[in-house]
């Protein structure tokens, strides 16, 4: 009898558990008893936000397009002007050339030249804006503008033509701009220390065609060079390039490059 009793009491006390369990199993929203049908369910239950506040803010983008153009530039005088020229001057993971000056270029030795243009750019960053900061603050305003005057120097030599003086503090070189009604670029950069001269002069012809020249005194090289744009993102670019030194820095080899540019 005892027996019989503490079995019933065992069943009352459990069941209620079990049935609570059973409910509870698959109420909650998202879970299912069969997961079987889950894969046939269709959800169609979309959490809609607010759409977020448009952000008003007076901040200066960190890269301009004076920024750029100037960074674009001094990447060209230092690796190639074209997409071609910049990748045949770059070695491979693996390569070493040696050439008959007994100049060898390797890895390391590029990984050295990719890092101080780094380096330049960070410091031409922080210098541009402080620039800009400073423009704008009346204390300093007068600080920048003796800064300006110390590190740039126009000259209108005639009517359409005006001479650019300009030093940067950031990469360490001089440069000389004529300024001419064409749009093109002339000019004469004197590298840091006097390691370089370099003469270009060039710039857009027509609608589809640009033609630049560049002289580089110290290791030589003579360069022309054609761009032909053919479709607004492919363009055809020719580079002749002569050597009259067997010193510097720079590929010691006269080419004749041909190249595809893809920008889209």
Known sequence: MVGFF???MLVLLTSPHKARAEKAFGDHPGYVNDVQKEKHTIDTEVVLIDEPAELNSDARPLFDDKLTKEFKQQFEFRFGKTEIEQTLNSPGRFDEYYYYTGQTVGLQEHQAEQRRFGEYMGRRLIEHHADQWAKSNPDLKQVYELKDTMTNLNVEVKQGYKMDVRYSLSGGHLDFILKNPYDWDSRIRIEGGGSETIIQVGGQVNRLWGVYNLVRFNDGIVQVIGVRRLTSALSLSLTGSLDSK???????????LVGFTYAN
Do not use: I, R, S, Y
């Open 246 to 256: 067997e010193e510097g820095q720079l590929v010691k080899q006269d080419l004749f």
């Open 6 to 8: 503490l079995a019933m």
